[in-house]
């Protein structure tokens, strides 16, 4: 809150003091001073509320400065609630007030002194408990002081009370801004509010005339407007910028866990990839292998050496393009198959719009759960037009999917009971082939064995407009 608002603030509580002026203005001496002392207990409610408020700021910032305010506000706003019970249901005589202002001038030194060493004082209860509990305590003192048997004072010594009231609370002011705690601009506008709220005090003395009563509302009415103002707008700064900063720190964390499933999905993929070029070397040193099937072998170690060299260069992540399904399914198949897994699929010619290296490791993770969760049974893989799409199906004969598994199946880390996987490979495969535009999905439950379908966009063909032939 800068200067505008700070006027602002102060016109604001000049408009609200008009009713309790009016009063003033039309009722006689008894009406002002309640209207006066309605005042008093009107700001000392304020002072709370703006205690509550600093609350959230502190618990947001966690600054011990702001933690000592909200004790010192709540305090005196309890003791202030007090202190009108003093002025209107209390001893009418100079004798008895004295006495009350000169608790009152200890009090006040007291909360000034807590606030100003705000930042040199460590917090270790809750501010605005321990700031209610010291209130209480000073009204007990206070009922405690008044108790006992003392002279009367002079009229000179009344007045000397007063002056000495306004002087510490002066004095707390001009700390206040000397001081370091809490910001300066902050500073500034609790040392306004809280002179004004002194001259109210001061002001609101009994018998005081018609024109000192009018200036404790006004200036009481304003000092807390102005209190409650810099509370409000500290809050809202706080919770803003808590707010935006768990914006940012929610971003941050999605961000590292893209990054993390990425990255695990990638080492899923280099595995694979490893896994299926040791199995072909392994088999190419064998002399029973035919030589058409070593041809076979010896294409797809190749194929799978250059995906891996385009997986650690990042290469593999490069734009979609038209791709033949055939020659990205073929090294797949025929490394599956090396290891051990009957899988039935023949050429279909089919053209789509993807990454080759995104469709082998999705038709990888398939394959590879077939044969995980499947041991067996053969594996089937079939392609398909479907409208504007290509259609791939993975289907097996073997246990099916678990029911309860289902709906999360294709998240991150979901897993049967009994399955050996970490839950990473299907959720990485449907994460490629939404960047392709497609989609991965589970059929329905027809009975035995589990069937997936991947669906990819097939190549738009132009089609010719019909010539008039007439021309």
Same mark, same amino acid.
């Not at 999905?265 to 035919?290: D, M, P, S, V, Y």
């Not at 053209?351 to 394959?367: F, S, T």
């Not at 399955?419 to 999905?441: N, V």
């Given at each position: 809150?800068?200067? =505008?608002?700070?006027?602002?603030?102060?016109?604001?509580?000049?408009?609200?003091?008009?009713?309790?002026?009016?009063?003033?203005?039309?009722?006689?001496?008894?009406?002002?001073?309640?209207?006066?002392?309605?005042?008093?207990?009107?700001?000392?409610?304020?002072?709370?509320?703006?205690?509550?408020? #600093?609350?959230?700021?502190?618990?947001?910032?966690?600054?011990?400065?702001?933690?000592?305010?909200?004790?010192?506000?709540?305090?005196?706003?309890?003791?202030?609630?007090?202190?009108?019970? +003093?002025?209107?249901?209390? @001893?009418?005589? %100079?004798?008895?007030?004295?006495?009350?202002?000169? #608790?009152?001038?200890?009090?006040?030194?007291?909360?000034?002194?807590?606030?100003?060493?705000?930042?040199?004082?460590?917090?270790?209860?809750?501010?605005?408990?321990?700031?209610?509990?010291?209130?209480?305590?000073?009204?007990?003192?206070?009922?405690?002081?008044?108790?006992?048997?003392?002279?009367?004072?002079?009229?000179?010594?009344?007045?000397?009370? +007063?002056?000495?009231?306004?002087?510490?609370?002066?004095?707390?002011? %001009? =700390?206040?801004?000397?001081?370091?705690?809490?910001?300066?601009?902050?500073?500034?506008?609790?040392?306004?509010?809280?002179?004004?709220?002194?001259?109210?005090?001061?002001?609101? %003395?009994?018998?005081?005339?018609?024109?000192?009563?009018?200036?404790?509302?006004?200036?009481?009415?304003?000092?807390?407007?102005?209190?409650?103002?810099?509370?409000?707008?500290?809050?809202?700064?706080?919770?803003?910028?808590?707010?935006?900063?768990?914006?940012?720190?929610?971003?941050?964390?999605?961000?590292?866990?893209?990054?993390?499933?990425?990255?695990?999905?990638?080492?899923?993929? #280099?595995?694979?990839?490893?896994?299926?070029?040791?199995?072909?070397?392994?088999?190419?040193?064998?002399?029973?292998?035919?030589?058409?099937? =070593?041809?076979?072998?010896?294409?797809?170690?190749?194929?799978?050496?250059?995906? +891996?060299?385009?997986?650690?260069?990042?290469?593999?992540?490069?734009?979609? %393009?038209?791709?033949?399904?055939?020659?990205?399914?073929?090294?797949?198949?025929?490394?599956?198959?090396?290891?051990?897994?009957?899988?039935?699929?023949?050429?279909?010619?089919?053209?789509?719009?993807?990454?080759?290296?995104?469709?082998?490791?999705?038709?990888?993770?398939?394959?590879?759960?077939?044969?995980?969760?499947?041991?067996?049974? @053969?594996?089937?893989?079939?392609?398909?037009?479907?409208?504007?799409?290509?259609?791939?199906?993975?289907?097996?004969?073997?246990?099916?999917?678990?029911?309860?598994?289902?709906?999360?199946? #294709?998240?991150?880390?979901?897993?049967?009971?009994?399955? @050996?996987?970490?839950?990473?490979?299907?959720?990485?495969?449907?994460?490629?082939?939404?960047?392709?535009?497609?989609?991965?999905?589970?059929?329905?439950?027809?009975?035995?064995?589990?069937?997936?379908?991947?669906?990819?966009?097939? @190549?738009?063909?132009?089609?010719?407009?019909?010539?008039?032939?007439?021309?």
């Amino acid at each position: 809150m800068g200067e =505008r608002e700070t006027v602002r603030a102060v016109v604001i509580g000049c408009g609200a003091a008009l009713v309790p002026l009016a009063a003033l203005t039309i009722g006689g001496p008894a009406t002002s001073e309640r209207a006066a002392d309605i005042c008093v207990l009107a700001s000392a409610v304020a002072v709370l509320c703006a205690a509550v408020l #600093f609350y959230i700021d502190w618990h947001v910032d966690d600054d011990p400065s702001m933690a000592w305010l909200v004790t010192a506000a709540a305090a005196y706003s309890l003791q202030q609630v007090n202190w009108f019970t +003093l002025l209107t249901d209390g @001893p009418d005589t %100079a004798d008895s007030s004295v006495w009350v202002y000169l #608790f009152q001038i200890g009090v006040i030194f007291g909360l000034g002194s807590v606030l100003v060493r705000g930042d040199r004082l460590p917090v270790r209860w809750d501010p605005l408990a321990l700031g209610l509990l010291l209130g209480l305590g000073v009204i007990v003192a206070r009922i405690g002081v008044l108790a006992i048997p003392s002279p009367a004072p002079s009229t000179a010594g009344y007045v000397a009370v +007063l002056i000495g009231l306004g002087v510490v609370s002066l004095s707390n002011v %001009a =700390r206040l801004l000397l001081s370091s705690v809490l910001t300066r601009e902050l500073r500034h506008r609790l040392a306004l509010a809280s002179a004004l709220l002194a001259v109210g005090q001061v002001s609101a %003395a009994t018998g005081s005339p018609y024109a000192l009563l009018t200036v404790s509302a006004m200036a009481n009415i304003v000092g807390s407007t102005l209190l409650v103002r810099t509370a409000v707008t500290d809050a809202r700064r706080a919770v803003v910028a808590e707010a935006s900063a768990l914006r940012t720190l929610r971003g941050r964390l999605e961000t590292a866990d893209h990054d993390l499933h990425t990255g695990k999905a990638r080492l899923h993929e #280099f595995r694979a990839t490893l896994a299926g070029i040791k199995t072909a070397t392994e088999l190419l040193q064998r002399t029973e292998i035919a030589p058409s099937y =070593r041809e076979h072998l010896h294409q797809m170690a190749v194929a799978e050496l250059q995906r +891996l060299d385009r997986l650690v260069s990042d290469a593999s992540t490069g734009p979609v %393009a038209l791709i033949e399904l055939d020659a990205t399914l073929r090294p797949i198949v025929v490394r599956h198959e090396a290891a051990g897994l009957a899988v039935s699929w023949q050429p279909s010619g089919h053209v789509v719009m993807a990454r080759p290296d995104d469709v082998a490791e999705i038709v990888d993770v398939l394959l590879s759960n077939a044969h995980r969760h499947a041991a067996g049974h @053969p594996v089937r893989v079939g392609v398909r037009a479907a409208g504007t799409a290509v259609e791939l199906t993975v289907s097996d004969d073997g246990p099916g999917v678990d029911p309860a598994v289902r709906p999360w199946l #294709f998240s991150w880390g979901a897993h049967g009971p009994q399955s @050996p996987g970490q839950g990473i490979g299907l959720a990485a495969a449907r994460m490629l082939a939404e960047q392709l535009d497609g989609w991965l999905d589970i059929a329905p439950d027809a009975g035995r064995g589990a069937q997936f379908v991947l669906s990819l966009p097939a @190549p738009v063909v132009a089609v010719a407009e019909p010539q008039d032939l007439g021309r």
